[in-house]
């Protein structure tokens, strides 16, 4: 069964603090270990000479052993609560899956 890599890309509103940014990768890591299947968090600020990211600021790569546990993780309470703190932060949000 393949795993499924999650990526998301976040461009913060802009009265967004650098204490905000780390709570928020924060919170998302704090899903390990809570959310099953959830294997892995990795996650940083763009750092490239290209300046292709059209405004997103940071991004994020979540590894889940399964296309289900993906699927379970998207409504578990854990990643709503996240939500909560995470959502409001932002300007705008790409999200994309792909198994590998």
Do not use: W
Not at 27 to 38: E, H
Not at 73 to 91: F, G, Q, S
């Amino acid at each position: 069964m393949p795993q499924v890599k999650h990526l998301g890309l976040f461009e913060f509103h802009a009265a967004t603090t650098p204490d905000q940014v780390e709570l928020c990768f924060q919170a998302l890591g704090g899903m390990v270990g809570k959310v099953p299947g959830l294997l892995e968090f990795l996650h940083g600020p763009y750092d490239s000479a290209e300046g292709l990211n059209d405004g997103f600021t940071h991004g994020f790569i979540m590894t889940f052993d399964s296309p289900a546990s993906r699927d379970a993780y998207l409504p578990h309470p854990v990643h709503e609560d996240v939500k909560e703190i995470v959502v409001p932060l932002l300007a705008r949000l790409v999200v994309f899956d792909f198994n590998v």
